[in-house]
């Protein structure tokens, strides 16, 4: 079994639509997870954190982390072309913090 | 404020020879990490440093890699003899001491070996 396991897509969605991408893990110890967006070609830039189960919203983005069924996913609100790109979850491993686990990434592709 | 940077960001070289990456993290930050990418193992971390101390090179695959960072502000990636199966993209990235974990990527250096 993978540490992060993410669907490698290709998630299509129209524009202003909602994109729903998810995440499972393994680590039951993990403590901290991030989302980050990667264009092709460029570095990972960090959309959220998240580190309590709940949602977390920032703008048009939404982190939701259930840690009893080891599942993350981000909500991406009135989609923009812009968004088209690969979506890299991120676990930290067990109580380490530092250790930074990445999924696959889901490839995103938001349709005018 | 200037992010991450790294240098260079784009090295061909050929199998055999030393290969040395730089990265400068952001000011004020105390942990830098080194991360390689590829496409079929996807983002990797090597190395990472806390104070300019190596905490955990776990994911430093081979002997032929090694990492320093002499001061606070600049770290080096070697890889002494590159081969080709070490083309990749890697990056450096860093985050500061403070309550939340988040890492700040560089723009990373595209390494081919030929």
């Known amino acids: 079994q993978k540490e992060v396991e993410q669907n490698s897509g290709p998630l299509s969605v129209p524009e202003g639509a909602i994109a729903s991408l998810n995440c499972t893990y393994s680590d039951r110890g993990s403590q901290s997870f991030f989302w980050y967006r990667q264009y092709s070609g460029k570095s990972p830039e960090l959309i959220m954190s998240i580190y309590s189960n709940g949602d977390k919203e920032d703008g048009r983005f939404t982190a939701q982390l259930n840690k009893a069924s080891q599942y993350v996913s981000l909500l991406i609100r009135d989609s923009q072309p812009s968004d088209s790109a690969t979506y890299l979850c991120a676990v930290t491993r067990g109580r380490n913090n530092n250790d930074m686990r990445f999924g696959a990434g889901t490839r995103l592709t938001v349709k005018p | 404020d200037a992010g991450v940077i790294q240098s260079p960001r784009h090295e061909v070289t050929e199998m055999g020879q030393e290969v040395t990456l730089r990265c400068k993290p952001i000011s004020g930050h105390d942990y830098l990490f080194w991360y390689r990418q590829t496409m079929m193992r996807g983002l990797e971390l090597l190395i990472y440093?806390?104070?300019?101390?190596?905490?955990?090179d776990s994911g430093m695959p081979e002997d032929r890699f090694s990492a320093k960072m002499p001061n606070a502000s600049f770290s080096t990636l070697k890889i002494q003899p590159s081969e080709p199966r070490d083309s990749a993209v890697y990056f450096c990235?860093?985050?500061?001491?403070?309550?939340?974990?988040?890492?700040?990527f560089g723009p990373g250096t595209r390494l081919t070996v030929t």
């Open positions: 990235a860093s985050r500061g001491g403070g309550q939340g974990y988040e890492q700040y």
């Open positions: 440093f806390n104070n300019n101390v190596p905490i955990d």
